[in-house]
């Protein structure tokens, strides 16, 4: 489904990223662990064209998306739940939900659109209690449902998430995760996550990778990652960081 190799992303001088190569295959879910700063984020942007690419190649199913917009991936079938949501503050809930349908307007849309509303208020009932309230008077763990809601409403083939877990409570963060696993269950939605909390990351994925100053540095299933003894030193930095120092 998604194939991504030697991707480069530069902030003016400064290099994000460096020949990340990943993939994601039709029904699996994928995760992206590393420290704050390891490339998590503008991994996740360059894929879903928020973010230009200085090298490397995107496909999606089968089509070249390197250079296509946001919007033009959206149309295809990717949907990206945003570092701290990006949901619309002054908007309701429901507005907030109808935009995630803004390319798929039309009468041949309707039924569909129609199913997939139920089905976000089936994950996230809360979010049809609060279908008339502003987002922005919602919690932290409700408006990350919404920004999730949202995505959903787009139709996406590969629904990508960024820190979903972020100054959200367990509990509420093991609502999100069973709906998450529901939904993938369910449907077989591919899904990609990028998370600081490893242990979350990896308990939520078939497969991961571990990135570390902009560089895929371990990748494998899920088992193999917690069977390799140098994962918590990667994920630190201190076994990269000493042989650095060792070459240098």
Avoid: W
């Avoid at 700063?37 to 503008?42: E, N, Q, T």
């Avoid at 919404?146 to 963060?173: F, H, N, Q, Y």
């Amino acid at each position: 489904m998604l194939n991504v190799r030697d991707l480069g992303v530069r902030y003016g001088r400064t290099k994000a990223l460096a020949d990340a190569s990943i993939y994601v295959a039709h029904g699996e879910i994928v995760a992206l662990i590393g420290a704050n700063g390891a490339g998590k984020s503008s991994l996740l942007k360059a894929i879903t064209g928020i973010e230009p690419c200085a090298a490397g190649a995107i496909m999606f199913n089968g089509v070249d998306v390197t250079r296509l917009s946001a919007p033009q991936r959206v149309a295809l079938g990717m949907a990206l739940v945003p570092e701290g949501r990006g949901i619309f503050g002054e908007l309701k809930v429901r507005e907030n939900l109808d935009l995630g349908t803004f390319l798929r307007r039309g009468r041949d849309q309707r039924a569909a659109v129609a199913s997939d509303l139920a089905l976000v208020l089936t994950l996230f009932p809360r979010l049809g209690e609060r279908h008339q309230q502003k987002a922005g008077t919602l919690s932290g763990g409700e408006q990350q449902m919404l920004a999730i809601g949202r995505a959903l409403m787009t139709a996406p083939k590969l629904l990508v998430l960024d820190e979903p877990s972020l100054g959200l409570a367990p509990r509420i963060l093991d609502e999100i995760v069973a709906a998450l696993r529901a939904l993938h269950a369910s449907r077989g939605l591919s899904i990609l996550v990028a998370e600081q909390n490893a242990v979350l990351g990896l308990d939520m994925a078939d497969r991961g990778y571990v990135l570390h100053h902009g560089r895929v540095v371990l990748d494998g299933s899920v088992s193999d990652l917690a069977g390799k003894g140098g994962l918590i030193d990667f994920y630190l930095g201190s076994a990269l960081d000493n042989q650095e120092k060792e070459n240098g």
